[in-house]
Structure formats: structure tokens, C-alpha cells
């Protein structure tokens, strides 16, 4: 009788033991597929270009670029009447430029040139994506600016949404610029990690960085940060934290809306903060002007 109270006893504690190890195999095996999906997770291109400026009655030229360390890279310069800036335009994760239409179109009608290129493995630009690539990408595109097109730094805003916004961080870190713009991102990669997988030691194996909120502190010119207190995918509080670290002079700007069209559904909000800025950025120069003719 002793001998089955005993057997008894062991059953549950098997099971237990039972349940237990297999929750560790799941939660190990999730873990590695996290580890070693990152990339396919972070990066969503898409190949195919079907749709041009042209398609929404914008002249554009097709542009081909060269990074340093030899990868071909695809983008569009499109240039506004009478413009005195011009954005250079780091767009997100997915996708590829022909999905940014709507914002080229509305830069275009603020009167502001527009360079938005496509990371390597975006579109047509070739090679396969990676963290220091994008970030080589952005400064090509930059030196294109300035060394082919001739366009003076204090004349261009580097502009970035959701991941890209951590690339023009980047770039706006390493060269100078007119003024950094920032919308819909993240503080870091490891931040956005945590909050998606709280339940995971993402720091530990985290491949990697984007430290926006790092290169924000680093950024001496203008900054404005856009964000949706409705984003889905980003939380509000990541742009609030931007704001805070980054060096004044500085801006924030709330928008409505989704993450992926909150541009669109906050409407005049959103084109207003871009009027004032630009106002804004046109007297910080002019009163640059004045100084050095008075020196």
C-alpha cells in the first residue's frame, strides 16, 4: 500500500518536471529563432519598382550611386520649384522608395527638394541589407548631395521615419547639417526589442544597435521629433525620450494616427509643424547671414 501511495505521489511531480522541461525547450527554441531571424524580422524589402514620381506628375531623375565599399545603390532626386533646402529622406524598414510617394509629394508641394534612396537590398539597389550598411548608404547619398549636386550642408535636412529615423540620426551625427528631422522611431534597438519581448534577455543577443537616442546626443543642429500618440507599432514615450535627450534647438511635434499613415491622418497638423519649421530653419540661417557679414 505504501509502495502505490509513493508511485502516486511521483506521477504529478513527473508531469510537473514533464511540463516544466518543455516550456524550457520552447522558450529556447523561440529564443534561437529570434536570434537568427533578427535580420529577415528588422529588414522587409521589396524588389519590385512599379510606380515613379511620374505615375503622380512629379518630374524626378533616376539616380545611381556607388557606396565605398562598391555596392550599387538605387534612389530619386526630385526637385521643387524655387527650393533653398533639401531633404535628404532615409525612409523605414519595408518596402522600398516607391511606397514613400505621398510624402515625396508632399515635400514637393512644401517646396523642398527631395533625395530619398533605397538601403542596399531595397528596389534596385543591390547587395543585402545589414546595420552599418544603411548607415554607409545614407552618407553616400549625402556625398552625392554635396559633391555631385552641389548642395551646400547648411541646406539640407536629413530626414528619417521608424528605422530610417535612427539612420539620419546617424548620418546627421557624422556630417553637418541644416537640421535633423525624426519621426515614428525608436530610442534604440534594444529598446524596441524589450517591448516586443519583455519575457526575453534581448540585450544578451541583440545583433543589432541602431542607438538613436546615442546618436541624437551627438547632433549639434536643429532637431524636430515627430511622433503619434496612436502608434501601434512604436510606442509614444520612445519619441518623448528622443525629445528629451536631444540638444536644443528642439521640437516636438504630436500627430494622430497610425504608425504606417499617421503622416496622412493628422492633416494640416502634420503639414503645419513642417511650414513653421522650415520658417524657422530659413530665419536661424538668415540670422547666421547677418552675423558673419557684421563679423
Known amino acids: 500500500m505504501a509502495i502505490v501511495c509513493a508511485v502516486r505521489a511521483k506521477k504529478p511531480m513527473a508531469i510537473l518536471v514533464h511540463i516544466i522541461a518543455m516550456l524550457v525547450i520552447v522558450y529556447a527554441v523561440f529564443g534561437l529563432t529570434l536570434f537568427f531571424m533578427q535580420s529577415t524580422f528588422l529588414y522587409r524589402p521589396l524588389r519590385e519598382i512599379t510606380y515613379t514620381p511620374e505615375d503622380i506628375g512629379i518630374e524626378f531623375e533616376d539616380v545611381t550611386l556607388e557606396t565605398p565599399d562598391g555596392v550599387k545603390l538605387n534612389g530619386w532626386y526630385i526637385p521643387a520649384k524655387e527650393a533653398k533646402m533639401t531633404i535628404l529622406f532615409c525612409h523605414g524598414n519595408g518596402g522600398n522608395i516607391m511606397h514613400r510617394l505621398d510624402s515625396i509629394s508632399l515635400f514637393n508641394k512644401l517646396g523642398l527638394n527631395c533625395f530619398i534612396f533605397d538601403y542596399r537590398g531595397y528596389g534596385l539597389s543591390g547587395g543585402r541589407p545589414t546595420e552599418q550598411g544603411t548607415y554607409t548608404d545614407a552618407l553616400t547619398a549625402y556625398k552625392w548631395l554635396t559633391q555631385k549636386r552641389k548642395i551646400l550642408p547648411q541646406d539640407i535636412i536629413v530626414f528619417g521615419r521608424s528605422l530610417g529615423g535612427s539612420v539620419a540620426a546617424y548620418t546627421?551625427?557624422?556630417?553637418?547639417?541644416?537640421?535633423?528631422?525624426?519621426?515614428?522611431?525608436?530610442?534604440?534597438?534594444?529598446?524596441?526589442?524589450?517591448?516586443?519581448?519583455p519575457y526575453m534577455p534581448i540585450r544578451w543577443f541583440a545583433r543589432f544597435s541602431y542607438d538613436t537616442i546615442g546618436y541624437l546626443k551627438k547632433v549639434q543642429c536643429p532637431v524636430m521629433i515627430i511622433h503619434s500618440r496612436a502608434d501601434e507599432i512604436i510606442p509614444f514615450e520612445f519619441g518623448l525620450e528622443l525629445y528629451e535627450a536631444a540638444n536644443e534647438p528642439k521640437e516636438f511635434v504630436e500627430i494622430s494616427g497610425n504608425h504606417n499613415e499617421g503622416f496622412l491622418i493628422s492633416g494640416e497638423v502634420y503639414t503645419d509643424a513642417w511650414k513653421k519649421w522650415i520658417k524657422f530653419l530659413s530665419e536661424q540661417k538668415q540670422q547666421q547671414t547677418n552675423r558673419q557679414q557684421v563679423n
Do not use: Q
Not at 177 to 182: E, H, K, P, Q, T
Open 172 to 197: 546627421a551625427a557624422e556630417v553637418p547639417v541644416c537640421s535633423l528631422i525624426i519621426e515614428s522611431c525608436f530610442t534604440s534597438y534594444v529598446d524596441m526589442g524589450k517591448k516586443l519581448y
